[in-house]
């Protein structure tokens, strides 16, 4: 079955930088972009962009770029999210995502979560 | 970017209520809206994609509506399991964007 494992939860002090993984399992990994989603607690959901492990192309919005990079190792169908200069704000559960259908924007399934706490 | 706003942010119903979350977007989306449900200390599950189709396994109970700027996800008969926080999300065009979510509660 389509299956994505995270990295383990991370305890980062301010200005860091923090790499989670998601090891993808079940299909063709270059067949699907890869999401990335967060959620600080109590909050609600925030897209932070997607890798295409194809290409290698990356999309960030605006708010992320400059902070986030998006890479893969397509030899171990992984994705990683890389997010730098951390602040308290980024305290957050990081979630990858693949599309339901390649090419759409639907998730389905998503990745445990990883917990990625920014504390001095 | 398009804001999506959902209303209401909670609900508290009994087993076997019709419960009703709506989904508004700042500018048309066409169909691209989905649904998800999220319980606590897991990931968003699928739900409702292209405004109105059931993903796989997901309950006939559900089932959404809507297409341009407003947008319904229905709860036919609530079920206990059915506990937990609704988003939809925009997928139409970049950034895609979420709801800030409706927290649905068994009486």
């Known amino acids: 079955q389509v299956q994505l494992v995270q990295s383990g939860a991370e305890v980062k002090k301010p200005g860091a930088s923090v790499k989670v993984s998601c090891k993808a399992s079940g299909y063709t990994f270059t067949g699907y972009n890869m999401h990335w989603v967060r959620q600080a607690p109590g909050q609600g959901l925030e897209w932070m962009g997607w890798?295409?492990?194809?290409?290698?192309?990356?999309n960030y919005p605006q708010k992320f770029q400059g902070r986030v990079t998006m890479t893969r190792d397509t030899s171990i169908s992984t994705a990683y999210m890389e997010l730098s200069r951390l602040t308290s704000d980024d305290t957050a559960v990081y979630y990858c995502?693949?599309?339901?259908?390649?090419?759409?924007?639907?998730?389905?399934?998503w990745g445990q979560g990883t917990l990625v706490t920014v504390s001095s | 970017d398009i804001q999506m706003t959902q209303s209401p942010s909670s609900v508290s119903a009994s087993v076997g209520d019709r419960v009703t979350i709506t989904c508004r977007a700042s500018?048309?989306?066409?169909?691209?809206l989905d649904w998800y449900q999220q319980k606590p200390g897991k990931a968003p599950k699928l739900l409702i994609y292209a405004a109105s189709s059931l993903q796989s396994g997901v309950p006939s109970r559900f089932s959404g509506s809507g297409s341009g700027t407003d947008f319904t996800l229905t709860i036919s008969s609530l079920q206990p399991e059915d506990f937990g926080t609704y988003y939809c999300q925009q997928a139409n065009s970049l950034p895609l964007t979420f709801g800030g979510g409706t927290k649905v509660e068994i009486k």
């Open positions: 500018q048309g989306v066409n169909s691209w």
């Open positions: 890798i295409n492990p194809n290409s290698g192309v990356t």
């Open positions: 995502a693949r599309p339901s259908v390649a090419g759409t924007h639907e998730f389905d399934p």
